[in-house]
């Protein structure tokens, strides 16, 4: 017999032995290296207190929060020249802190809650550490070896037995520890006496009670010794044991390398079945995770990461086609039906009206009626009788009544489509649908008894459903432009859609699927457009929900009561369940335990047990409403930074320690994550405060803006389960602005005092800085005086006259001569002057610029622009333009080859108080104007002025801004703009 067969009945005779666990694999996620797992083989896997998961390879360690993987900083293992590989096993200590276990270690290796660094606390002595459950002990490696606990600080306690053996793993009991050696074998420690208890096997302890797996059997320990559980002759060794929560273990048998072949799962009242399902996906298994065995695995293998969702206890599949993907379509059930019998019916839209009943298969054929395309099936409790709604090609619609015991059913053809029935009581059955031909909607009524036919009313919009309350004496009719009702008498009473506009009867989505009363309103569910809630009365919307708060799809097309007065919403993707205050309690998602995330418009049914139906793309869900509302999520919490916010200012606190804020902060913002074993797109949990302080929840924060209080203490509820510790923070008054105001008044008394010591000296000095600066100033006009008569510019004007004389151009000499005195006299009155009008300034520069003007035998045009409004009487100092004008000329002008000069000399009023000059040139530019220069000098007249400015600034008579803009067009060199602001003091 070849090893393959031997394996296959060895599996065959444990499935025969012991009862196999109902597990099924409703979802699987893989992470390898292309989702950024550092490497394929993953040795151990832990999850901490705040959700976080941690994958241990053999060079890496990485964290996992079910989105994304961050590496964790191992230098203290490599300073130790310690590798990861080395790691035999990982342990949870109660506070959440990860401790590293090797072989044997004189450092304590370990890693905070939600941390991503290894830190190391020294023992000093090589030691080897054990864990049991929820606790750590040490081991000296000597012998005898002695043995003691380690606290939650990582602390080493005092010895407490002494053993001749090298334990691997160690449990305790009331009155003394068990041990296993390498070899498997237990050894009991009571009274200070070490016995062998002549048994092998791995042990561990499940629901308090210890345990042994052996080869060949399960045993317990009770009264002294272990006895027998289980039989079951497997031969394989247990390699590995994981344990949830809630007292569950998973034990991993190999009788190969590399292999786990068989997994048993172990209950906390010690039942025992096997696991199939994992091993089908993968028998490379390292290690498992998870917090209920019966909810979600998370395994590492030699090949990467796998994370598992199981159906769980509350939810069933009928007609489910397992082998059908999310993007496909399986056993598409179109409808459900409930007699007076309990007996449940439904029908696949290909084929066949099948009924729900306790056979392997769960479902049989109902009376061999095996009709195709089917679409709606009805219920007639007064006749006892069904109604089922078939589809045609040819714009018409098969109605059937069928009677299920008497195998009896007659068909009538609608003369259009039909979208949907209701049974009344007169026996008439009132249809909605649409004419092919025109899309006109119908409303029709066919009665069996007298075979009548008519039409009741007709709608421009397609008609999708309908349904009558009583009390009101009204049809309610979805359509696919909005909500329309009707009196008894099919008139309209009101509309309800998009187009209106009263908010209170505006519907964003016109497409209505599914109409129902709950508590008093009526719901409407629409296509791509949420859920409604009417008051019957007013109709108007009382309350409505969307994927924005809290739905999880737009689509609703069904609603279904339970026997605990909820509501049970189907979508397009999962359920939704509401209280009778209309808030959504519960969301139900496909991976969580629905035979697809996409359910079938009215295809809900409920039995005397209360138990609901759902029809799907691809099968029935059913659901125990008890049990499903009792799941809990897998959510953890953790809180990455708490930042306050004032003003321009912000502070960063660390999570869970207790910090305080002033009353004057503008708002405290938390940044939070929930690491699941992996994290879908579009699940959000239910995340609130349980403290009665202000605050708003968005997506990965917690905003608070309520300072009122003195203390805080925050509890968090994760889908209403409170989550880790309170976060406390106290609440100061801010009296920094009082203090502010109190020193500078202290600052302001103590400077007072200095201040009146030293105004008398100052007052003494100011005479003295006054003359110097009265010196000052008529030096550097005296200078400016010399600047503007340096014997450059006198023999430039010399050489002019001389040659308009050699050229007998005497009048042109004679006019040049004569403005040539005029300006040297001028210059000799104003140099004698602090201040000279502005008309005089413009006259003096007129005479300048017309001499170089004609000097130059006008190279270069020119204007003077005063513009209105400017006083010519206004006080400026002279000779501070000219410089700039006799730059711009020499400088930007002379050198111009492809254009003609251009000089413009312009004042304007800045306001009130100030005068502007503009002098503007479309000279070269002055960076062309300084490569031409033989010698690269800065201009005497120019340092003069920018004295004089700094001076003139000093002394508060006037104040002077002057800036210099090199002007461009498209990148070229366009000319120069000197601006020069004259302000008078007020």
């Known amino acids: 017999m070849s090893r393959?067969?031997?394996?296959?009945?060895?599996?065959?005779?444990?499935?025969?032995?012991?009862?196999?666990?109902?597990?099924?694999?409703?979802?699987?996620?893989?992470?390898?290296?292309?989702?950024g797992l550092k490497e394929r083989i993953v040795n151990h896997i832990i999850r901490d207190n705040y959700g976080f998961f941690y994958f241990f390879g053999d060079n890496y360690v990485q964290r996992f929060d079910g989105r994304t993987l961050e590496l964790v900083n191992i230098e203290s293992l490599s300073s130790n020249n310690i590798n990861p590989e080395k790691i035999i096993d990982v342990s949870l200590m109660k506070d959440g802190t990860i401790v590293l276990i090797l072989e044997s270690q004189s450092d304590i290796f370990h890693i905070k809650p939600g941390g991503l660094k290894v830190d190391s606390k020294r023992i000093g002595q090589s030691l080897k550490i054990l864990k049991s459950v929820n606790q750590l002990w040490w081991c000296d490696i000597k012998t005898p070896r002695s043995i003691g606990k380690i606290n939650e600080n990582l602390i080493l306690k005092e010895a407490l037995y002494s053993s001749s053996i090298d334990p691997v793993r160690i449990e305790e009991f009331d009155t003394g520890i068990i041990l296993e050696n390498n070899e498997g074998q237990l050894f009991k420690i009571e009274n200070e006496v070490q016995e062998n208890l002549n048994i092998k096997g791995r042990l561990a302890k499940i629901s308090d009670r210890l345990l042994c797996f052996s080869e060949d059997s399960i045993s317990y320990y009770h009264e002294s010794n272990f006895k027998l559980l289980v039989k079951h002759d497997l031969g394989f060794k247990a390699t590995l044991v994981s344990k949830d929560t809630l007292g569950n273990a998973a034990v991993f048998y190999s009788g190969r390398f590399r292999y786990i072949d068989t997994i048993l799962m172990i209950t906390n009242d010690l039942k025992v079945s096997p696991i199939r399902e994992v091993l089908e996906i993968n028998d490379k298994i390292k290690d498992a995770y998870f917090d209920d065995i019966n909810d979600k695995w998370i395994i590492g293998t030699y090949n990467g990461v796998y994370v598992f969702n199981f159906l769980r206890d509350g939810a069933e599949f009928i007609n489910r086609n397992p082998a059908t993907k999310k993007s496909e379509f399986g056993n598409l059930v179109t409808a459900?039906?409930?007699?007076?019998?309990?007996?449940?019916?439904?029908?696949?839209?290909?084929?066949?009206?099948?009924?729900?009943?306790?056979?392997?298969?769960?479902?049989?054929?109902?009376?061999?009626?095996?009709?195709?395309?089917?679409?709606?099936?009805?219920?007639?409790?007064?006749?006892?009788?069904?109604?089922?709604?078939?589809?045609?090609?040819?714009?018409?619609?098969?109605?059937?009544?069928?009677?299920?015991?008497s195998n009896f059913h007659k068909n009538f053809v609608i003369p259009f489509k039909c979208m949907d029935i209701m049974v009344m009581k007169d026996g008439g059955v009132l249809m909605t649908g649409y004419d092919e031909s025109n899309d006109e909607g119908i409303?029709?009524?066919?009665?069996?008894?007298?075979?009548?036919?008519?039409?009741?009313?007709?709608?421009?919009?397609?008609?999708?459903?309908?349904?009558?309350?009583?009390?009101?004496?009204?049809?309610?009719?979805?359509?696919?432009?909005?909500?329309?009702?009707?009196?008894?008498?099919?008139?309209?009473?009101?509309?309800?859609?998009?187009?209106?506009?009263?908010?209170?009867?505006?519907?964003?989505?016109?497409?209505?699927?599914?109409?129902?009363?709950?508590?008093?309103?009526?719901?409407?569910?629409?296509?791509?457009?949420?859920?409604?809630?009417?008051?019957?009365?007013?109709?108007?919307?009382?309350?409505?929900?969307?994927?924005?708060?809290?739905?999880?799809?737009?689509?609703?097309?069904?609603?279904?009561?339970?026997?605990?007065?909820?509501?049970?919403?189907?979508?397009?993707?999962?359920?939704?369940?509401?209280?009778?205050?209309?808030?959504?309690?519960k969301t139900i998602y496909d991976h969580q335990g629905l035979s697809n995330r996409e359910f079938n418009s009215k295809a809900v049914a409920k039995d005397s047990d209360g138990n609901l139906y759902f029809g799907s793309l691809n099968g029935i869900t059913k659901i125990?409403?008890?049990?499903?509302?009792?799941?809990?999520?897998?959510?953890?919490?953790?809180?990455?930074?708490?930042?306050?916010?004032?003003?321009?200012?912000?502070?960063?606190?660390?999570?869970?320690?207790?910090?305080?804020?002033?009353?004057?902060?503008?708002?405290?913002?938390?940044?939070y994550r929930t690491p699941d074993y992996f994290q879908q797109p579009y699940i959000k949990p239910d995340i609130s405060l349980d403290c009665d302080i202000q605050h708003s929840i968005g997506d990965g924060t917690i905003t608070i803006n309520d300072f009122n209080t003195s203390n805080v203490h925050m509890g968090f509820l994760i889908d209403g389960v409170p989550r880790l510790e309170n976060q406390f923070f106290s609440i100061t008054e801010d009296?920094?602005?009082?203090?502010?105001?109190?020193?500078?008044?202290?600052?302001?008394?103590?400077?007072?005092?200095?201040?009146?010591?030293?105004i008398i000296d100052r007052n003494k000095k100011n005479e003295k800085i006054k003359a110097e600066l009265t010196g000052r100033i008529s030096q550097l006009q005296l200078s400016?005086?010399?600047?503007?008569?340096?014997?450059?510019?006198?023999?430039?004007?010399?050489?002019?006259?001389?040659?308009?004389?050699?050229?007998?151009?005497?009048?042109?000499?004679?006019?040049?001569?004569?403005?040539?005195?005029?300006?040297?006299?001028?210059?000799?009155?104003?140099?004698?002057?602090?201040?000279?009008?502005?008309?005089?300034?413009?006259?003096?520069?007129?005479?300048?610029?017309?001499?170089?003007?004609?000097?130059?035998?006008?190279?270069?045009?020119?204007?003077?622009?005063?513009?209105?409004?400017?006083d010519g009487d206004c006080r400026i100092p002279p000779m501070v333009i000219q410089p700039f004008i006799e730059n711009a000329i020499n400088h930007g002008l002379y050198n111009l080859k492809d254009r003609k000069g251009k000089l413009r000399l312009e004042f304007s009023n800045i306001d009130e108080n100030g005068v502007r000059c503009i002098v503007h040139d479309n000279g070269i530019g002055r960076k062309k104007a300084a490569e031409l220069r033989l010698k690269k000098h800065?201009?005497?007249?120019?340092?003069?002025?920018?004295?004089?400015?700094?001076?003139?600034?000093?002394?508060?008579?006037?104040?002077?801004e002057l800036e210099t803009k090199d002007l461009y067009n498209n990148d070229i060199a366009s000319g120069t703009k000197v601006q020069i602001d004259f302000y008078y003091p007020k």
């Open 443 to 585: 409303l029709a009524k066919y009665n069996y008894e007298n075979n009548d036919y008519r039409v009741l009313k007709q709608f421009q919009p397609r008609v999708r459903t309908v349904n009558y309350f009583e009390e009101l004496n009204q049809y309610w009719v979805g359509a696919y432009e909005g909500l329309y009702i009707l009196d008894d008498q099919f008139e309209l009473i009101d509309v309800l859609n998009s187009g209106r506009l009263q908010l209170e009867k505006r519907i964003l989505k016109d497409h209505v699927v599914t109409i129902e009363k709950f508590n008093g309103h009526i719901f409407i569910g629409l296509y791509g457009g949420g859920l409604y809630i009417i008051d019957k009365k007013e109709r108007k919307i009382v309350k409505s929900f969307t994927e924005k708060n809290g739905l999880s799809d737009n689509n609703v097309i069904s609603f279904i009561r339970d026997d605990n007065k909820n509501l049970w919403a189907a979508t397009f993707n999962g359920l939704n369940v509401l209280d009778t205050s209309y808030n959504i309690i």
């Open 735 to 758: 009296y920094r602005t009082e203090l502010k105001i109190l020193g500078i008044a202290l600052l302001v008394i103590l400077l007072s005092f200095f201040i009146a010591r030293l």
């Open 624 to 671: 125990n409403p008890e049990k499903v509302l009792n799941w809990k999520n897998s959510f953890g919490f953790y809180i990455d930074d708490i930042t306050s916010y004032n003003k321009k200012e912000f502070e960063q606190f660390k999570q869970y320690k207790p910090f305080s804020i002033y009353n004057s902060t503008d708002s405290l913002v938390l940044h």
């Open 4 to 35: 393959r067969q031997v394996y296959g009945l060895i599996l065959f005779l444990i499935i025969t032995i012991l009862p196999a666990s109902s597990q099924v694999v409703l979802d699987r996620k893989e992470l390898d290296t292309d989702f």
């Open 784 to 870: 400016s005086l010399q600047s503007q008569m340096n014997p450059h510019f006198i023999f430039n004007a010399l050489g002019a006259i001389q040659y308009f004389i050699q050229t007998n151009n005497t009048d042109k000499a004679d006019e040049y001569l004569s403005d040539f005195a005029m300006l040297m006299r001028k210059i000799l009155e104003s140099s004698k002057a602090r201040f000279i009008s502005l008309t005089e300034e413009k006259e003096l520069l007129e005479l300048y610029i017309r001499i170089e003007c004609m000097r130059f035998e006008k190279l270069f045009e020119y204007e003077i622009i005063v513009q209105d409004g400017v």
């Open 938 to 960: 800065k201009s005497r007249g120019m340092q003069i002025v920018s004295e004089r400015i700094e001076t003139i600034n000093s002394s508060k008579k006037m104040f002077i």
């Open 336 to 405: 459900l039906s409930i007699d007076t019998a309990d007996q449940i019916y439904f029908a696949r839209e290909t084929r066949g009206i099948f009924k729900i009943d306790d056979s392997p298969e769960k479902f049989s054929l109902a009376g061999n009626l095996d009709f195709r395309n089917n679409m709606k099936l009805f219920y007639d409790s007064i006749r006892d009788v069904h109604f089922l709604l078939g589809f045609r090609y040819d714009g018409k619609t098969n109605l059937k009544r069928i009677d299920f015991k």
